[in-house]
Structure formats: C-alpha cells, structure tokens
C-alpha cells in the first residue's frame, strides 16, 4: 500500500529564505508526483507536476525534483515572502487517483 | 471557463439528514474525481469517473454514500443518514484522463461538511 510522508509537518522562516520542503514514498510504481498549495479553508492549487520520466519541474521561484528509485521528491522555494504561506502538499498519481502526503505548513515571517 | 465549481461551498445538517453536494468539472476534462480531506490531514481519495461511467470506489465509500455523473458532466456526492464523523471538506477534481491516466488534476474549492 503506498504511503506517503511529508517532512517537516510545519516550518517558520524569515522572509528571503530559500527552503526545501520534503516528500517520500513507499511504492515507486507512480504515474507522476503533483505538488499543491492549500490555503486555510480553501482548495488545492496545483503548482507543479512532474511525470514519472522527468527529475525535475521549475515555475518561476518554485523548483521540483523527483528521485522515483529512492521514492523522494523536493519541492524547493526561492527568495520566500510571506505570501508563500500556506500548506503545502505532495501527491502521487497511482492507477489515476492521487495519494497524497499530511502537508507542510509553512510561515513566512515579515 | 474559470475552472472546476463546487456547490455549496459550506453545508451545516443535523444527524440523520441526506445531503448531496455538486461539482462541475472543467468543460473538456473527461474525468472527474471526489476526495475528502479532515483537519490537519491530506485529501483522501473517495471516487472517481471516466465520462459517466465510475471506474472506482474507496474503500472509504461506504454504503451511505453515493456518486454519479449522469452525462458525464457534473457530478453529485450524496451522502445518507448522516453521522458527526461525516464531517469534513469534501473536494472535487478533473482531468483530461482518457487513455493518459498522467494528467494534471485541478481542484474545486470545496464543499465543508458540518454534521451537528
């Protein structure tokens, strides 16, 4: 059964920061790895999404990697500012439906 | 088409009742999805659909609750005779799907489920 685990559960850093968030997973057997944001009471926003052939996604300040042998994905976050928090989920694509980590909440302090 | 809607957007019932939630996907995705999400965890995946027909269900999914999509468009989430242990934000997702089962799915806002 495939789980997945995001460490930290929460992170607090000074505005300009760069930071890495982690995502592991126990069954390499994936279609594509997604990374979301989610703000408090609201839905997913999708930020990047890398397949199962690819290392590594970049969107502006937000840069992805995907280790599928060793099962981890970094989700990494240039230059952070306060509007960057948020939670911050990864999640695996298997037969179709996703699996998803507990998430990361980040703050970033002005 | 600004992306995927959800109706309503909070719901607050009694124990026992019935309630159905609605999402409409994005116009040219064909598959459809239904997770639900409790405070502090990740979405857990509940359902989901190819057109009209649903492809499959949770184990999660128990006998109370019930899917469909008739013309493979909108989709409605009714729940039966409702329990506290019920509530929760419940999201809906499409895709393009077909036979690339890879592709991006984008979220709705929620629906957030208060059973008293």
């Known amino acids: 059964k495939q789980e997945v685990t995001q460490i930290p559960a929460a992170l607090s850093v000074p505005e300009g920061e760069n930071l890495v968030l982690n995502c592991s997973f126990t069954?390499?057997?994936?279609?594509?790895l997604q990374w979301f944001r989610q703000d408090p009471g609201k839905g997913l926003t999708s930020l990047l999404l890398?397949?199962?052939?690819?290392r590594e996604q970049t969107s502006g300040r937000l840069n992805a990697s995907l280790d599928k042998s060793s099962g981890r994905s970094t989700l990494y976050i240039a230059a952070s500012q306060p509007g960057d928090s948020a939670t911050y989920l990864c999640a695996v694509n298997q037969g179709g439906k996703l699996i998803f980590g507990q998430g990361t909440e980040l703050s970033v302090k002005p | 088409d600004t992306g995927v809607s959800q109706d309503p957007r909070h719901k607050i019932t009694k124990r026992g009742q019935n309630v159905t939630f609605r999402c409409d996907p994005i116009s040219e995705h064909n598959r459809l999805y239904w997770y639900r999400q409790t405070l502090g965890q990740g979405p857990e995946f509940l359902t989901y659909f190819q057109n009209e027909a649903q492809l499959e269900k949770s184990r999660l999914l128990s006998d109370r609750f019930s899917a469909e999509r008739p013309k493979g468009s909108f989709s409605t989430l009714e729940i039966q005779r409702t329990e506290q242990g019920d509530s929760a934000m419940y999201l809906c997702?499409?895709?393009?799907?077909?036979?690339?089962?890879?592709?991006?799915?984008?979220f709705g806002p929620g629906t957030r489920l208060t059973v008293l």
């Open positions: 069954d390499s057997a994936i279609y594509n």
């Open positions: 890398i397949q199962s052939s690819q």
């Open positions: 997702a499409s895709s393009l799907g077909g036979l690339a089962v890879n592709n991006e799915q984008f």
